[in-house]
């Protein structure tokens, strides 16, 4: 499988709320890398599992509408509209990730989203 199809259904596995799908694709020494004032980063496989269930009921009906994909080896990126219910309201928005993949499986995510926007989204409610 290439590493592009690897970041594929990895964002597909979200859309489904497929913890266990979405933790199988990561190594056990994952790094999720937030950048965005808000995010919130994590290491290790265990320690994403654990939080998974919370990030996917906090943004229900989760979905990456991928717009564009540049991948050369093992890296990635992708650009993306992230569309989901916060607080029961629509929220849609923008970002980017960088994958590093290993041995078929993602070592690190690097996730770059527009946290203002959120805000700005979610103060509407």
């Given at each position: 499988?290439?590493?592009?199809?690897?970041?594929?259904?990895?964002?597909?596995?979200?859309?489904?709320?497929?913890?266990?799908?979405?933790?199988?694709?990561?190594?056990?020494?994952?790094?999720?890398?937030?950048?965005?004032?808000?995010?919130?980063?994590?290491?290790?496989?265990?320690?994403?599992?654990?939080?998974?269930?919370?990030?996917?009921?906090?943004?229900?009906?989760?979905?990456?509408?991928?717009?564009?994909?540049?991948?050369?080896?093992?890296?990635?990126?992708?650009?993306?509209?992230?569309?989901?219910?916060?607080?029961?309201?629509?929220?849609?928005?923008?970002?980017?990730?960088?994958?590093?993949?290993?041995?078929?499986?993602?070592?690190?995510?690097?996730?770059?989203?527009?946290?203002?926007?959120?805000r700005q989204q979610i103060a509407e409610l």
């Amino acid at each position: 499988m290439s590493a592009a199809s690897v970041c594929m259904d990895y964002l597909a596995a979200f859309a489904r709320g497929d913890v266990d799908a979405i933790v199988g694709l990561v190594t056990d020494d994952f790094v999720n890398d937030h950048t965005a004032a808000l995010g919130s980063p994590c290491a290790g496989r265990d320690e994403y599992r654990r939080r998974l269930p919370k990030f996917l009921a906090d943004f229900d009906g989760l979905r990456y509408e991928v717009t564009s994909v540049v991948s050369d080896d093992d890296r990635v990126a992708v650009e993306y509209v992230m569309y989901a219910r916060y607080d029961g309201h629509p929220i849609a928005i923008r970002g980017a990730m960088h994958f590093d993949i290993r041995d078929g499986k993602i070592a690190r995510r690097a996730d770059y989203w527009d946290s203002e926007r959120f805000r700005q989204q979610i103060a509407e409610l």
